[in-house]
């Protein structure tokens, strides 16, 4: 006999049905068992209701994966730039390895955690958004006027310095030395009188008594051809010696003037 002031005592007669001893009077209810990721509506007592493990912290996910709860469970979703490992661990996917030339030429692929990127080759600039070929030449020569000493030419993924003519090009392949053509090229004879080098050439002179003929580089003594009675003869101008040069011509000829090449 049950006490009068016991108002609900269950007596489990099966797993389906359960009873409800109320003032020595039973009833037979439905058991209601909620599955895996579900529980009893705590209002109703008879509808089973999804649990949000996510929200109470009942969920398994590691720290750098996302909760996302799904009726009946949930799952845990790796970061952008991952998968899910055989120990349910989150693994950075190699983008670099795993999809080949991806950053297209003039370019090196990086893998960073959960994404890549990509390095344009010395000589070369990203444009824009990267995204497949982005890089393009650097013209160095415009964006450093300096570069080099004389004359900067642009070159695909570089540059190079060249000199004006009369100079050479330094072994850090950027300035320039004047070359001293005298005394290189000596040897040439460039000049019949006397060689000056000078910034990027060179300059002949004569010797005192000759003047620089019309090609620059020979020299010139200036004579007189004088009529001596009959005869014709060379005057130095610089020593005041005569030879006599040509003998009884050329009548009714007083003084000639011209110029003989030493």
């Known amino acids: 006999m049950f006490n009068k002031y016991r108002i609900y005592e269950i007596c489990i007669i099966s797993k389906s049905f359960y009873t409800i001893a109320q003032h020595s009077n039973f009833r037979c209810v439905s058991r209601v068992i909620c599955g895996n990721g579900y529980t009893l509506d705590p209002v109703t007592g008879q509808n089973c209701v999804d649990v949000d493990e996510c929200a109470d912290g009942t969920h398994k996910c590691t720290a750098d994966q996302t909760c996302v709860n799904r009726l009946g469970g949930y799952v845990c979703n ?11 661990d ?4 190699d983008e670099c390895s795993l999809y080949g030339n991806i950053c297209g030429s003039n370019s090196q692929c990086e893998n960073t955690v959960g994404s890549y990127r990509c390095n344009c080759d010395s000589g070369f600039e990203n444009v824009g958004s990267f995204t497949g070929s982005g890089c393009q030449d650097v013209n160095e020569c415009q964006q450093n006027p300096g570069l080099c000493q004389h004359v900067c030419y642009n070159t695909w993924g570089s540059y ?7 100079f050479r090009l330094n072994p850090d392949n950027r300035s320039c030395t004047d070359v001293d053509e005298c ?5 040439n004879h460039l000049c019949m009188g006397i060689c000056e080098n000078t910034p990027g050439s060179y300059a002949c002179r004569c010797p005192d008594g000759y003047n620089l003929g019309l090609n620059g580089r020979s020299c010139e003594g200036l ?3 004088l009529k001596i009675f009959q005869n014709f003869t060379l005057l130095t101008l610089h020593t005041n010696r005569l030879n006599v040069f040509i003998k009884k011509i050329l009548k009714n000829c007083c003084i000639l003037h011209f110029y003989k090449i030493l």
């Open 78 to 88: 790796c970061p952008p730039g991952h998968v899910t490992g055989p120990n349910k």
């Open 223 to 225: 004579l007189l051809l």
């Open 160 to 166: 190079r310095c060249s000199c004006k003519p009369g």
């Open 90 to 93: 989150c693994i950075d996917i």
């Open 183 to 187: 005394t290189e090229f000596k040897s």
